[in-house]
């Protein structure tokens, strides 16, 4: 399929796929953590639970939603909420061996699924927050409200983690620039790109961009997560040299971002494709580091230009 010359989707050659398809990792047995740290696994995701031993910091899970959707050949279908909460514990119930007492765990879903992340979440973890993002992608509906919105829920495993709160600093441009009796700013500074004032993060996230065909980070997965989101969750919830690890690890954004920021990654993901992708994408990260949207420390509002 050609694309036009603007695109700048990843894509993999057979090349590619010869190149990183010898470098994809298997757990047959246990495993230790040395043998784990900054590694790709193609392999089902209980077969790989099974062999890894506790030593994650942060999880960050985007398992397929309740709804119809294919993955290259694998299809998953929409199922009561009921059998959908089933499914979520056949697989949350078996990490739990995995994490460390001080870790944090991030699960993605959208309205159809929420409630059931969270009834089987509380069950093994501490839930803290749920996060709601603005996910501006797609056609509008005629007879419904369009869907421009997903959740994540924040658990952790323990009242004892870690969580930094100014390494998620939002710069939000200043619509009512308030001064003082002298006229100094409040709060706020000046500069050539305009009025600014850096605010503590909520758990309402709009200033995301769901990545598309001109964002060097985009891919053919159908379900992939902003880069700038996984930095959200990473700079929060991790220190550097923590281990973040993703069971549902899709074109690889959780694994990129953890390597952008300095974080050891585990990502277990069945489809080689994807795996390849994953690798593919870490290679480039090697090369540039920059994340869109952050900067100078700081999380931008969506266009707004920057330096």
């Known amino acids: 399929m050609s694309r036009a010359p603007a695109n700048r989707t990843l894509t993999l050659s057979d090349e590619d796929l010869a190149r990183y398809q010898p470098a994809l990792a298997k757990l047959n047995s246990p495993a230790i953590i040395d043998d784990l740290r900054d590694k790709l696994v193609c392999q089902d995701v209980f077969a790989a639970l099974r062999n890894i031993p506790e030593c994650v910091d942060l999880m960050f899970a985007d398992p397929p939603y309740n709804l119809n959707k294919s993955f290259n050949d694998r299809k998953f279908r929409k199922t009561s909420i009921d059998e959908y909460a089933e499914w979520l514990d056949s697989w949350l119930a078996k990490t739990v061996r995995v994490l460390k007492p ?24 501490i839930p803290q927050n749920r996060i709601t993002w603005e996910r501006e992608k797609g056609r509008g509906a005629k007879s419904n409200w369009k869907n421009c919105s997903e959740d994540i829920w924040f658990f952790t495993v323990s009242d004892d983690y870690y969580f930094d709160v ?77 281990l973040v690890f993703d069971p549902f690890n899709g074109s690889g954004t959780t694994t990129v971002v953890a390597k952008k920021l300095g974080r050891h990654y585990l990502g277990v993901e069945i489809d080689e494709t994807y795996c390849c992708l994953a690798a593919k994408r870490l290679e480039l990260a090697s090369q540039n580091r920059s994340i869109q949207g952050y900067a100078d420390r700081v999380f931008w509002e969506r266009n707004t230009r920057k330096k």
């Open 102 to 125: 001080t870790a944090s765990v991030y699960i993605c879903g959208d309205w159809r699924c929420s409630a059931a992340i969270h009834r089987v979440g509380e069950k093994y973890f």
């Open 166 to 242: 100014e390494a998620v600093m939002l710069k939000r441009q200043v619509i009512a620039p308030y001064t003082d009796r002298n006229g100094a700013p409040k709060d706020w500074t000046e500069s050539e790109n305009g009025r600014f004032r850096l605010t503590h993060p909520s758990n309402l996230w709009t200033d995301l961009t769901v990545p598309y065909w001109s964002m060097p980070e985009n891919t053919d997965h159908p379900t992939q997560k902003p880069e700038k989101l996984l930095a959200k969750v990473i700079l929060a919830s991790s220190r550097e040299g923590d």
